[in-house]
Nanobody, 116 residues
């Protein structure tokens, strides 16, 4: 079965950095685009970053462009989100995501808290 297992996250001060990881299993990781979403308290889940299967295309939400970097290692079946210059408004639960045919799969979620 498809599984996405996340790691990373935690508490960081404004201006700091964190790296999230997501390892996929149960599917051919290398042929699917991968996404990172986040959901802040009281807000809808939003797409933060997306990367194509070969890393040839990467897209970012305007609020994180220039600060976050999405990458992947198909040999490790993993996708990453490097988050730099973090702001309090980046505080949210972050999820990795993959769409396979008509199904959507989510990681378990990772809390990121940006606070002094």
């Amino acid at each position: 079965q498809v599984q996405l297992v996340q790691s990373g996250g935690g508490l960081v001060q404004p201006g700091g950095s964190l790296r999230l990881s997501c390892e996929g299993s149960g599917f051919t990781f290398s042929i699917y685009s991968m996404n990172w979403y986040r959901q802040a308290p009281g807000k809808e889940r939003e797409l933060v970053a997306a990367i194509s299967s070969t890393s040839g295309a990467r897209n970012y939400a305007g609020s994180v462009k220039g600060r976050f970097i999405i990458s992947r290692d198909n040999a490790q079946n993993s996708v990453y989100l490097q988050m730099n210059n973090l702001k309090p408004e980046d505080t949210a639960v972050y999820y990795c995501n993959v769409r396979i045919l008509n199904s959507v799969y989510w990681g378990q979620g990772t809390q990121v808290t940006v606070s002094s």
